[in-house]
């Protein structure tokens, strides 16, 4: 009975160890599978991104001119940039920031400390958007 036993102990560590190589196997497709060219998280906002800054681009676009009336310009931008619903935190923290420097702009009626405030948010829209063409 030794060789018997010794015999089926054989046999089930050989069906333990192709059991492992095949799970082994079927990991390793799996995972290359994950690891194909589907397109990450961060790829797939890209486009969401683009898409807040053309809805800036778009609102920052209409209103009066503002070289001729920075203040109605101003004025125009607050609740259209309001609306704006940007994918990441620190696009959306820039849009708020901008609709605010824009709205102390205008009660401000152009003048002071919301001129400053203004500039800085514009500089931080333009570098997140830097096609949207902030201006006072």
């Given amino acids: 009975m030794t060789t018997g036993s010794s015999s089926q102990g054989r046999m089930?560590?050989?069906?333990?160890?192709?059991?492992?190589i095949a799970m082994l196997a079927l990991t390793t497709m799996v995972s290359a599978c994950g690891s194909s060219g589907h397109p990450t998280a961060s790829a797939a906002a890209a486009p969401v991104a683009e898409s807040a800054c053309q809805q800036v681009g778009d609102a920052l676009s209409n209103g009066p001119d503002p070289d001729a009336d920075?203040?109605?310009?101003?004025?125009?931008?607050?609740?259209p940039l309001r609306q704006i619903?940007?994918?990441s935190p620190a696009l959306a923290q820039a849009i708020t920031t901008l609709?605010?420097?824009?709205?102390?702009?205008?009660?401000a009626?152009?003048?002071?400390?919301?001129?400053?405030?203004?500039?800085?948010?514009?500089k931080?829209?333009?570098?997140?958007?830097?096609?949207?063409?902030?201006a006072v």
């Fill in 12 to 20: 089930r560590s050989m069906a333990v160890a192709a059991a492992a």
């Fill in 70 to 79: 920075p203040v109605g310009y101003a004025e125009a931008q607050i609740q």
């Fill in 85 to 87: 619903h940007a994918p």
């Fill in 99 to 107: 609709a605010g420097a824009y709205s102390s702009f205008y009660a």
């Fill in 109 to 122: 009626n152009g003048a002071g400390a919301a001129k400053t405030a203004l500039n800085t948010a514009i």
């Fill in 124 to 134: 931080r829209i333009n570098s997140l958007c830097p096609d949207a063409g902030a």
